[in-house]
């Protein structure tokens, strides 16, 4: 098995997001993960089984003549460095440097990236090919030539998500976990559960203590193991709050429930999401609002560092029926989608959904005819009544929206409703997104924006009810993801609950079904 170098940073941004240039630095990431995990022997037809994945895929981001042309010359290149008993002739090494130019797109900096990514990439093989190895003559060349600049670039293949560090180190620990618990011990949750306390002593708690530790929540009983003592309400306070659980300090159903779950489940949710962070376009986005839904939570990275972490409230969960359409089922979620945020509205209006007008505020209005104060009403030309929320301080969307396409009428968007943002599970809107302190990004987007309307300006606007749209001068990239392990401000792990039923992983690439 190959020993590879540190993976501590960010995957190589392409030059051509939607053509040929992201061939290569997709190619050494895949090269990395497989002399990661596949022996000497399987490593060619491993490579070539990665690769057909990524290969038209929608995102365009390879092509199958670029990536085997690279492909290609690389393996060849690791077969004639593990033979060589000096450097190969440089008609080699232009073969080499020509099919990679063609799969890097061709520019300058791209091909000596690609030149650098050969060399090590090549080494890295011969190795793990096996075999005899250059002499030093060549080592030193590969050495000199390549090894200067290898540590930058696989520091830029590693995700810059916070997470990835946090949920590397947990992946091994739970890996540990379940080797050392090969059969799993269970409490299992029964209509008449009655949940132990402080003080109560039953073989119950002893199981409990039990599963606590094989999880990774070990305790030391003050007495007998079978009492419910204060160490035991320690872990399951701990227990529940990497869960995402209502944090009693006691083994509810749902705590039972999550206890339940075996640790190779663990390990394969935290191996999802790792995998998901390393072929996420995010990557490619020093500068992006990073949305998690099971999280409930908004990320906004500048130069690949977070800059602030903000609150949401998500799409709801419950069940509903669309009169004027005649769809039912669960209409308000939040889907995930890739987009870029292109102007913030400050004093927005909002135009209601026909669905939203119809369903609730008529009924609303009904029972209030003062209701509708602060909207204005009209007939379209269809002869339906229309609704729109004038500009104010009891508008929906609060003081400030994010305009991005996509969406289907999705935006993030501030709120008058604050109280929302202090429940633990925050499923409460139509769809769109409402941002805690939505204000205080909006500033700080138009400050790394360099937007020409200062913020004493925006304040000025916002103090009035004009509605104001400001364009931004770079569209700032949005993922809206849902993924359900991850690591908090702190970087503790952090399993979420999956509050839509989409399972661990749901991408910007994969569109929320109806």
């Known amino acids: 098995?190959?020993?590879?170098?540190?993976?501590?940073?960010?995957?190589?941004?392409?030059?051509?997001?939607?053509?040929?240039?992201?061939?290569?630095?997709?190619?050494?990431a895949t090269v990395i993960d497989v002399l990661g995990r596949h022996p000497a022997g399987e490593v060619e037809a491993a490579l070539r089984n990665a690769l057909l994945l990524q290969v038209d895929r929608p995102t365009r981001l390879v092509t199958a003549r670029g990536t085997t042309a690279a492909l290609d010359a690389i393996l060849a290149h690791a077969r004639a460095l593990r033979a060589a008993s000096e450097p190969p002739a440089e008609t080699g090494l232009a073969e080499l440097e020509t099919a990679l130019a063609a799969a890097s797109g061709g520019s300058a900096p791209a091909v000596r990236e690609a030149e650098v990514l050969a060399w090590r990439t090549a080494w890295l093989l011969a190795k793990a090919l096996g075999g005899p190895l250059a002499d030093d003559t060549l080592?030193?060349?590969?050495?000199?030539?390549?090894?200067?600049?290898?540590?930058?670039?696989?520091?830029?293949?590693?995700?810059?998500?916070?997470?990835?560090?946090?949920?590397g180190q947990?992946?091994?620990?739970?890996?540990?976990?379940?080797?050392?618990?090969?059969?799993?011990r269970v409490v299992g949750r029964t209509a008449r559960w009655r949940s132990p306390g402080p003080g109560d002593t039953t073989d119950a708690v002893a199981s409990l203590r039990a599963r606590l530790a094989e999880v990774g929540f070990p305790t030391t009983p003050e007495s007998d193991p079978r009492t419910f003592d204060?160490?035991?309400r320690g872990a399951f306070l701990a227990f529940q709050g990497r869960f995402g659980l209502e944090q009693s300090g006691l083994p509810s159903l749902e705590t039972l429930d999550a206890l339940a779950v075996p640790l190779s489940e663990r390990v394969s949710q935290i191996g999802a999401v790792l995998d998901h962070l390393r072929r996420s376009r995010a990557r490619l986005h020093p500068d992006r609002l990073m949305v998690n839904i099971p999280a409930f939570e908004l990320r906004h990275f500048v130069g690949d560092r977070l800059d602030s972490f903000h609150r949401v409230v998500v799409g709801s969960i419950g069940y509903r029926a669309d009169e004027s359409t005649g769809r039912a089922g669960r209409l308000n979620l939040t889907p995930t989608l890739e987009s870029a945020v292109r102007a913030l509205v400050l004093n927005p209006s909002w135009s209601v959904p026909q669905r939203i007008k119809e369903n609730e505020l008529d009924r609303s209005a009904a029972r209030d005819p003062d209701f509708y104060d602060?909207?204005?009403?009209?007939?379209?030309?269809?002869?339906?009544?229309?609704?729109?929320?004038?500009?104010?301080?009891?508008?929906?969307?609060?003081?400030?929206?994010?305009?991005?396409?996509?969406?289907?009428?999705?935006y993030l968007h501030d709120t008058p409703l604050q109280r929302g943002f202090d429940k633990r599970v925050r499923t409460l809107s139509h769809g769109c997104v409402r941002v805690q302190e939505a204000l205080a990004l909006a500033q700080r987007v138009m400050e790394v924006d360099g937007h020409p309307t200062p913020w004493a300006r925006a304040r000025a606007i916002l103090a009035g009810r004009r509605e104001t749209e400001l364009e931004l001068v770079r569209p700032l990239p949005i993922f809206i993801e849902y993924l359900g392990v991850g690591a908090d401000q702190e970087g503790a792990l952090?399993?979420?609950?999956?509050?839509?039923?989409?399972?661990?992983?749901?991408?910007?690439?994969?569109?929320a079904a109806p």
Do not use: C, H
């Not at 501590?8 to 050494?28: I, K, N, Y």
């Not at 009209?378 to 929206?401: C, H, M, T, Y």
């Not at 979420?496 to 994969?510: H, I, L, M, N, S």
């Open 1 to 28: 098995m190959v020993a590879l170098p540190p993976d501590t940073s960010a995957a190589p941004r392409e030059t051509d997001p939607a053509g040929e240039g992201a061939a290569v630095p997709l190619l050494a």
């Open 139 to 167: 080592l030193a060349r590969l050495e000199l030539a390549v090894l200067a600049d290898a540590d930058r670039f696989y520091q830029r293949l590693t995700p810059t998500d916070p997470s990835y560090a946090t949920l």
């Open 170 to 184: 947990a992946l091994e620990e739970y890996r540990a976990l379940a080797r050392a618990a090969p059969s799993e």
């Open 230 to 232: 204060a160490q035991l």
């Open 374 to 410: 602060g909207y204005d009403l009209w007939v379209d030309s269809r002869g339906v009544e229309r609704a729109r929320q004038r500009p104010g301080p009891r508008n929906a969307l609060g003081r400030v929206k994010f305009v991005f396409d996509g969406g289907d009428g999705i």
């Open 494 to 511: 952090r399993f979420y609950p999956d509050v839509y039923g989409w399972g661990v992983v749901r991408g910007a690439e994969q569109p």
